[in-house]
């Protein structure tokens, strides 16, 4: 018979107990020491200031917004303005980083030192004097009166203009659902046809879906324009401001761009990583099999590398994500700033820092799961690899 | 080495060197390979052996001397380099399989990309092959689903499927267990005996009696004994190939 405390079970049972019930003291405290010290300064808790119109305004939204808008609405543009910048400046980054990263894996003995040049300066500057940096550059681009143009797009110091379509919010928020479908149809395809086709027709089929999601998108827009008014609607000069178009202010500009040189840096050393995992074994035997360097790097080198890369990849992309609240510091109206501002505005302090936590925590943890997925299809099936 | 000047050899190499930085690997080597020869190439480590078998195929470039594959030289001219190693197959010590493709897949995707076979035939003769060396079965696995012998049987029907005139080994049974080995020698054997040229580097000495046209005993970069099987087995003239033979024949 072993002694009660000295039995394995029971020590690990006794600890879970401390643990559990000292994080419910902890919790509690919390709860309660907040409670009173809000009642003490008069502010009444809860969610009801969502429904209130704020009063204030955005400089930047996809969606109309007044003054006269409540706080669940403002919350709602900062969200979705985090995505359009953290979408964006994830798309260059990967762009930015694929490109370095390539360049240093290269054996141009050229391309590997400006690809290094650019590690070694991007990487090791900080994040907010990068947006400072951009910031400054684009407010002092021309006026729009000596806009620099191309391809209907105008930049100006005011922003850039881009050719907006003229289509209603519903028929915008659909097409967007074939563009996500441009993303999974490829990855299902891929997984469907996979023992039936070799990789060469797969790649046409993948991208046969692409094309298919892309053109269902256009459609979408088509149906959905506005009655007598072309499809798109160009930027134009009128008296002394541009008129029409998208316009995106220099503080996004800045941060997409120093999100992509920034986060490119980092980005070009996951690939970079990831090409120097790829075994010179398989490298040796593509082209023993007379494979060409082109064909060797699209059916072997980059398959394994994308698997080496995407779990630390997915890393980089939370991480990004999160320096889009670098937007406070520029002045574009992201979901941090919409906070901070409500913060200001409400002094609902408690709520609106739990709906920003909640906030990041839905996007990062929904960004997680989605490369979680990719990683469990892509894996390499069976344990007996060598080499 | 008189046979250097033979037209028809499938291989010739001639006075060939290769450095490592200042490491002499390769020092004025000569051998001449005929169409349907098959040589085992042997020595200890570090000889050079595996660094002449692919300078053949150019995994290895050499920095002096010729080396001729099928009437074509292999030099810097890429259309030579691509067309010598669509001729020749190589296998490899640690089968190499490409992970992410299925085992078909594996077999299929040369000779569809570099030889332009329509799929289905492609996919006939990689089933051909697999039966060949006799895992059919295993066609829609993935390769680290499979044994080291199953695997390095499936490296050889992926070089087979090009339908070389040439195969290399570099040492195709080290990596394997020793019920392994045997299955993937009888693969080597069967493929000896239907004619195809083979150079094998391998310390199997069964293999190389039983299916060598000539053994080859490399030493510190150069080819110190060359001989048919019996004769190297038991009238080696080298001292160095006496003490290497007794260590893999000693026990």
Redesign the interface.
């Known amino acids: 018979m072993i002694s009660l405390l000295r039995n394995q079970k029971v020590r690990n049972a006794l600890l879970q107990v401390f643990y559990v019930g000292s994080l419910a003291a902890l919790v509690l405290a919390g709860v309660v020491i907040a409670r009173r010290n809000l009642a003490e300064q008069g502010i009444t808790s809860g969610f009801d200031f969502l429904y209130k119109s704020t009063g204030w305004d955005v400089s930047f939204s996809l969606l109309p917004v007044t003054a006269n808008d409540p706080y669940w609405w403002f919350f709602l543009i900062g969200i979705i303005n985090t995505l359009f910048l953290g979408s964006i400046g994830l798309l260059l980054a990967t762009v930015v980083g694929t490109v370095v990263g390539l360049a240093r894996t290269s054996s141009n003995e050229l391309a590997r030192l400006l690809g290094r040049t650019y590690v070694d300066i991007f990487r090791n500057i900080p994040l907010i004097l990068q947006a400072f940096f951009w910031y400054a550059i684009i407010t002092h681009l021309p006026t729009p009166r000596a806009a620099h143009e191309a391809w209907g797009m105008l930049l100006t110091s005011r922003g850039l203009y881009l050719p907006a379509p003229n289509v209603g919010g519903v028929a915008m928020a659909l097409a967007i659902l074939p563009l996500f479908a441009a993303v999974a149809l490829p990855v299902w395809l891929g997984r469907t046809s ?2 039936s ?5 797969r790649l046409v089929i993948q991208l046969a879906g692409i094309a298919a999601a892309l053109a269902c998108a256009v459609l979408i827009l088509i149906v959905g324009r506005l009655p007598d008014a072309p499809l798109l609607d160009f930027p134009a000069l009128q008296g002394l401001n541009l008129k029409g178009g998208l316009r995106i202010p220099p503080e996004f500009s800045a941060l997409a761009v120093a999100i992509a040189i920034y986060g490119g840096s980092y980005i070009a050393e996951i690939v970079r990583g990831g090409f120097k995992a790829v ?1 010179k ?2 490298v ?9 360097p082109w ?1 060797v790097f699209t ?2 080198k980059l ?2 590398a994308l ?1 080496a890369m995407l779990p630390i990849l997915a890393n980089q992309y939370v991480w990004l994500i999160k320096a889009t609240t670098m937007g406070i510091a520029v002045g574009f109206t992201d979901f941090f700033m919409i906070v901070a501002l409500t913060i200001n505005h409400s002094g609902q302090t408690l709520e609106a820092i739990g709906i920003l936590m909640a906030g990041f925590l839905t996007i990062n943890l929904s960004l997680a799961a989605v490369f979680n997925r990719i990683n469990k299809a ?1 894996a ?8 | 080495m008189n046979s250097t000047q033979s037209p028809g050899a499938a291989v010739r190499i001639e006075n060939l060197d290769k450095y490592y930085g200042t490491f002499h690997a390769l020092r004025n080597v000569n051998l001449s390979v005929e169409r349907g020869e098959k040589i085992v190439v042997c020595g200890p480590s570090g000889s050079g052996k595996s660094t002449m078998i692919r300078c053949i195929n150019r995994l290895e470039q050499h920095n002096g001397g010729r080396i001729t594959v099928l009437g074509t030289e292999l030099n810097d001219d890429v259309g030579n380099i691509d067309g010598i190693r669509r001729e020749v197959g190589m296998v490899f010590q640690h089968f190499n399989l490409f992970p992410h493709m299925t085992v078909l897949e594996n077999c299929m995707i040369a000779p569809m990309i570099v030889r332009k076979r329509p799929r289905a035939e492609a996919e006939a003769t990689a089933r051909r092959y697999l039966e060949k060396v006799r895992i059919p079965e295993q066609a829609t696995k993935f390769p680290g689903q499979l044994s080291g012998g199953q695997q390095q049987r499936v490296a050889i029907a992926r070089a087979l499927c090009m339908q070389p005139q040439i195969m290399l080994f570099d040492e195709p049974t080290s990596a394997l267990d020793p019920e392994m080995i045997a299955e993937v020698l009888d693969v080597m054997v069967t493929l000896a005996s239907e004619g195809m040229t083979m150079i094998c580097v391998t310390h199997e000495m069964g293999f190389a009696r039983r299916v060598a046209d000539r053994v080859i005993f490399m030493d510190g970069g150069e080819i110190v004994e060359e001989a048919p099987p019996e004769e190297f087995f038991t009238s080696c003239r080298n001292e160095r190939t006496r003490q290497f033979l007794s260590q893999v024949l000693g026990h």
């Not at chain 1, 086709?197 to 027709?201: A, D, Y």
């Not at chain 1, 040796?284 to 060409?292: R, T």
Request: charge should be positive.
């Open positions: 996979r023992l086709r070799p990789v060469g027709e075994g074994g398989q040796e035997a593509a082209l023993s099999l007379g494979l060409s064909r059916l072997v398959p394994l698997r892509i390499l099936k069976g344990n007996q690899l060598r080499g």
